[in-house]
Nanobody
Framework: QVQLVESGGGLVQAGDSLRLSCAASGRTFSSEVMGWFRQAPGKEREFVAA????????YYADSVQGRFTISRDNAKNTVYLQMNSLKPEDTAVYYCAAGNSGSIYYSRSYAYWGQGTQVTVSS
């Protein structure tokens, strides 16, 4: 059974940093794209970042470009999201996604999801 478990969320102030982790189990994703999405209350789930299997290609939403960094450790079957200079508008539940079979930007292209971790940024 495939499981993705996110951790690292919390309540921080604007300008602070957080590092999210997503540990996968049940199968290896070392040869696949993995991604991060987020969903704020009353809004649709949106793409945040994605990383190719060897970290050779990184993809970011315009809203986080330059502030967030996605990385991965294939030996640990884990993907990370370093979030710097956090803003109140970054407040959302952050989800890890794997099992991509289409566009990396669309949530429907991913087969596996974590339960999410809450990130709250106060002003």
């Amino acid at each position: 059974q495939v499981q993705l478990v996110e951790s690292g969320g919390g309540l921080v102030q604007a300008g602070d940093s957080l590092r999210l982790s997503c540990a996968a189990s049940g199968r290896t994703f070392s040869s696949e794209v993995m991604g991060w999405f987020r969903q704020a209350p009353g809004k649709e789930r949106e793409f945040v970042a994605a990383i190719s299997w060897n970290a050779g290609r990184l993809y970011y939403a315009d809203s986080v470009q330059g502030r967030f960094t996605i990385s991965r450790d294939n030996a640990k079957n884990t993907v990370y999201l370093q979030m710097n200079s956090l803003k109140p508008e970054d407040t959302a539940v952050y989800y890890c996604a794997a099992g991509n079979s289409g566009s990396i930007y669309y949530s429907r292209s991913y087969a596996y999801w974590g339960q999410g971790t809450q990130v709250t940024v106060s002003s």
